[in-house]
């Protein structure tokens, strides 16, 4: 149980583009979420917290505007890359929190190239 | 200084070897303890909680040290499926949590 399901598990586009990543999860409700950026040989930084119905709440130095998170459901968060560059290729990983404890998705790799 | 340091690695011992790793934090009000594994470009996965009383689960043991601010994790007859990527996770508050940089584990044959 405690199942979190993110998509797409990778994704390549081009610099300026946008990417929406989803975080779904699919046996329990979530009233919040986490999104978090995780660069090579790094651990996870967090860069919001996404609450149902309201607004996120991001870490110091993410800028809200390029990273666009929308979370209309107990069970849905998106967080959208907007006008990507290349030093926003990273592995990006959502989380929520259950009766199990904190539970990861499975993960974005982003490459913008 | 970081909210939570943690042993960099990586450390590469041989199969069957013990290894252990320790975590400090630097909040006192940090309320639960973890240990997450994660493999190379996987999400990260929970090893085992951490409580001041210590607990264990097969060869591996966590104990929490709230005086001196540090958690540990130690491997008894390490395998080479061990080889992973080991994070230290605090939580400061329902909705803090924070991640140690990771010690890196490989076992060698």
């Known amino acids: 149980g405690a199942v979190v399901s993110q998509h797409p598990s990778w994704v390549i586009c081009k610099s300026g583009t946008s990417v929406k990543i989803e975080c779904r999860s699919l046996d329990f409700q979530a009233t919040t979420m986490f999104w978090y950026r995780q660069f090579p040989k790094q651990s996870l930084m967090l860069m919001a917290t996404?609450?149902?119905?309201?607004?996120?709440?991001?870490e110091q130095g993410v800028e809200k505007d390029k990273f666009l998170i929308n979370h209309a459901s107990l069970t849905l968060s998106t967080l959208t890359v907007t006008s990507a560059h290349p030093e926003d290729s990273s592995f990006y990983i959502c989380s929520a929190s259950s009766w199990a404890g904190y539970t990861f998705g499975s993960g974005t790799r982003l490459t913008v190239v | 200084r970081k909210e939570v340091e943690q042993d960099p690695g990586p450390f590469n011992v041989p199969e069957g070897a013990t290894v252990a790793f320790n975590c400090t934090y630097s909040?006192?009000?940090?309320?639960?303890f973890f240990w997450y594994r994660q493999d190379c470009r996987k999400e990260p996965k929970l090893l085992m909680s951490?409580?001041?009383s210590g607990n264990e689960d097969g060869r591996f043991t966590a104990q929490l040290n709230r005086a001196s601010q540090y958690i540990s994790l130690l491997i008894r007859d390490s395998k080479l499926s061990d080889s992973a990527t080991y994070l230290c996770v605090v939580y400061s508050s329902a909705s803090k949590i924070i991640f140690g940089s990771g010690t890196r584990l490989s076992i060698r044959p």
């Open positions: 909040n006192s009000a940090s309320q639960s």
């Open positions: 996404s609450n149902e119905g309201s607004k996120a709440t991001y």
């Open positions: 951490v409580y001041s």
